[in-house]
């Protein structure tokens, strides 16, 4: 069989703050919506920007960090892959599609206080667990530390 490619990068900002729920497993479910702009010329030469937006589900660990760091308006780096799912619907019997961008990795692109109301996003990525709080003191490493030719890889 021939190889096949399902991956999804987006950078975008979040629409809403995300709904968690627990699936009968006891894993936790993170589902939310991220906007992507274009800006294009329309045949009068005038900018035009036109927005789209993607549903995400993020399960387990990645829903976890979700659910603590991801607020409406935070800008969100997110890879994934589609899945489009069909049903029929109830009162008219036709048959409905949602397709859905699941989560495998994402990185906060916001600092704390930007976008989202609360302002309580931090961090930086899953892979990078490390809390990045902006309101800690700086450190001054100035005084402490010289950088050598050796230190420079290149």
Same mark, same amino acid.
Do not use: C
């Given at each position: 069989?021939?190889?096949s490619?399902?991956?999804?990068i987006?950078l975008?900002?979040?629409?809403?703050?995300?709904?968690?729920?627990a699936a009968a497993t006891?894993?936790?479910v993170?589902t939310?919506s991220i906007?992507? #702009?274009? +800006?294009?010329k329309?045949?009068?030469?005038?900018?035009?920007?036109?927005t789209e937006?993607? &549903?995400l589900?993020? $399960?387990?660990?990645?829903?976890?960090i979700?659910r603590?760091?991801?607020k409406k308006g935070n800008?969100?780096y997110?890879?994934?892959?589609?899945?489009?799912?069909?049903?029929?619907?109830?009162t008219?019997?036709q048959?409905?599609?949602?397709?859905?961008?699941?989560?495998n990795?994402?990185?906060?692109? #916001?600092? +704390?206080?930007?976008?989202?109301?609360?302002?309580s996003?931090?961090?930086?990525?899953?892979? &990078?667990?490390a809390? $990045?709080?902006?309101?800690?003191?700086?450190e001054?490493?100035?005084?402490s530390?010289?950088?050598?030719?050796d230190d420079i890889?290149?």
């Open positions: 069989m021939a190889k490619v399902n991956k999804v987006l975008g900002n979040v629409g809403k703050d995300p709904e968690i729920k006891g894993t936790v993170a939310f906007a992507t #702009s274009d +800006r294009f329309d045949k009068d030469g005038t900018w035009q920007d036109r937006w993607h &549903n589900v993020a $399960f387990g660990k990645v829903a976890e979700v603590d760091y991801v800008k969100l997110v890879e994934g892959s589609l899945r489009t799912q069909s049903w029929d619907d109830k008219t019997g048959k409905k599609y949602r397709t859905e961008i699941i989560v990795d994402l990185s906060l692109l #916001s600092g +704390r206080g930007e976008g989202g109301e609360s302002g996003s931090g961090g930086y990525s899953k892979s &990078n667990t809390s $990045f709080d902006q309101r800690a003191p700086a001054d490493f100035s005084q530390t010289e950088i050598t030719d890889p290149f």
